[in-house]
């Protein structure tokens, strides 16, 4: 199996911890996990990080990033902050280089967000600027991805890299841009110089709303599928990191699953060859 791909989201049935998440990388030879706010780490705990690392390390699985889905443009955001803080400890007591968190996570009606977009746009970038330098003493350095309605799409993620005035990486979410206007091949060219992770994801965009659909920029619904069952060329992104020089890992984010062993044979076999 290919050294850089990792599990990220919890990608089959039995899953309960996150010594079992080392155990299924072992088991499928993956090279990583990407820790989440789940399981043990569904509040911030350095103690149980630590216990989970020597695991990870007795059987040479790494954590090669540490994803958080939080809001920090809410009227909560201080305590948000002190949730976020917390977790880049958590990444540092893991190995962990990078801390990856969502900025405006839970806005997911662009009507009820895009008339504030730019108080909202301000207080995300605020926090990002404070989450970065605490990170930073750590040894931790965040990174980013296109998600949601404002800092997405080629245009607003752009603007999110200039004006947080801090040296972020990205993460190249397959999936997330088709919420905005633009395609994973349009961030790739963008950003492709600063990418350090990515998120393999397949998304299928509807005319009517799916079980879990978010509603997209164009007045369509994005809804995730079983990777290789959408609409996204995932090859094709895979191709242009390759090209642009990309050596990272590649986080496994399967959405609309069958929770399965077959599942996820199938799935890993695809991104093998994609990979190769």
């Not at 996990?33 to 350095?46: L, M």
């Not at 404070?130 to 930073?136: C, H, I, L, P, S």
């Not at 980013?144 to 004006?163: A, C, S, W």
Request: net charge negative.
């Amino acid at each position: 199996m290919n050294d850089r791909i990792c599990f990220y989201a919890q990608p089959f049935h039995g899953i309960s911890s996150y010594c079992d998440m080392v155990d299924a990388a072992v088991q499928y030879q993956l090279a990583g996990v990407e820790g989440f706010s789940q399981f043990e780490f569904s509040v911030p705990d350095v103690k149980a990080a630590m216990k989970v690392k020597k695991y990870a390390d007795e059987k040479h699985i790494k954590f090669p990033c540490f994803s958080v889905y939080i809001n920090l443009v809410g009227e909560d955001f201080e305590q948000m902050l002190a949730r976020i803080k917390g977790y880049a400890e958590v990444a540092a007591a893991l190995g962990s280089p990078y801390l990856h968190h969502t900025i405006a996570a839970n806005c997911s009606e662009p009507a009820e967000v895009l008339p504030y977009k730019e108080e909202l746009y301000a207080r995300g970038v605020e926090c990002v600027r404070e989450v970065y330098d605490y990170a930073k003493t750590l040894g931790v350095k965040t990174i980013y991805e296109d998600q949601g309605y404002i800092f997405n799409g080629v245009k607003g993620f752009g603007r999110f890299l200039d004006e947080v005035n801090r040296d972020v990486g990205v993460v190249a979410d397959f999936g997330n841009i088709y919420q905005s206007h633009d395609t994973i091949e349009d961030f790739i060219r963008a950003f492709a110089d600063r990418v350090v992770h990515a998120h393999i994801k397949d998304v299928a965009l509807t005319v009517e709303q799916g079980p879990y659909g978010l509603k997209t920029l164009s007045d369509r619904y994005f809804n995730e599928t079983p990777i290789g069952m959408g609409e996204v060329d995932i090859p094709g992104a895979i191709n242009l990191l390759k090209q642009a020089g990309y050596q990272g890992y590649y986080g496994i984010e399967n959405g609309g699953y069958e929770k399965n062993s077959p599942e996820v044979d199938r799935m890993l076999k695809l991104i093998d060859g994609w990979l190769k």
